[in-house]
C-alpha cells in the first residue's frame, strides 16, 4: 500500500490551466505505474495520464497535448499540468499507484486499474 495526496484542484476559466500535484508516501511497494484518473459520483472511472516504468506515458485521446503527466522522485511527487480546460474537464481527479503489470495495462476509456489512490481534488472549469 502506498498513501496519495493530492492538491492544486480549483475553479479555472475555460482556456486556462491547473497543475495538480499527488505526493506519494507510506511505500510498502514500489509502483511500477502512478498516474491520474478522473471519476464524478455515479459516473465510469475515465484514465486520464499514466507514467509506466517500462512502457512511459499513455493519455486519454481527450486530453493529449493538453495535459502532461511526470514526476519528480526527489520529492516524491507526480504532477499533471493541465493546459487549455475546457468545461468538459470538470471532474474530481485522483492520484493513483499501481504495483505490477495487471495492475498498470491502460485500458482505453478506464485506464489503469491501480491499487491505491488518494481522495480526489476537485476541478471545475466554468466562466
Known amino acids: 500500500q502506498v498513501q496519495l495526496q493530492e492538491s492544486g484542484g480549483g475553479l479555472v476559466q475555460p482556456g486556462g490551466s491547473l497543475r495538480l500535484s499527488c505526493v506519494v508516501s507510506g511505500y510498502t511497494y514500489t509502483p511500477r505505474c502512478m498516474g491520474w484518473f478522473r471519476q464524478a459520483p455515479g459516473k465510469e472511472r475515465e484514465g486520464v495520464a499514466s507514467i509506466d516504468g517500462d512502457y512511459g506515458t499513455n493519455y486519454a485521446d481527450s486530453v493529449k497535448g493538453r495535459f502532461t503527466v511526470s514526476q519528480d522522485n526527489a520529492k516524491n511527487t507526480l504532477y499533471l499540468q493541465m493546459n487549455s480546460l475546457k468545461p468538459e474537464d470538470t471532474d474530481m481527479y485522483y492520484c493513483?499507484?499501481?504495483?505490477?503489470?495487471?495492475?498498470?495495462?491502460?485500458?482505453?476509456?478506464?485506464?489503469?486499474?491501480?491499487?491505491?489512490w488518494g481522495q480526489g481534488t476537485q476541478v471545475t472549469v466554468s466562466s
Open positions: 493513483a499507484a499501481g504495483r505490477s503489470y495487471p495492475d498498470c495495462l491502460w485500458v482505453v476509456g478506464r485506464g489503469p486499474q491501480y491499487n491505491d
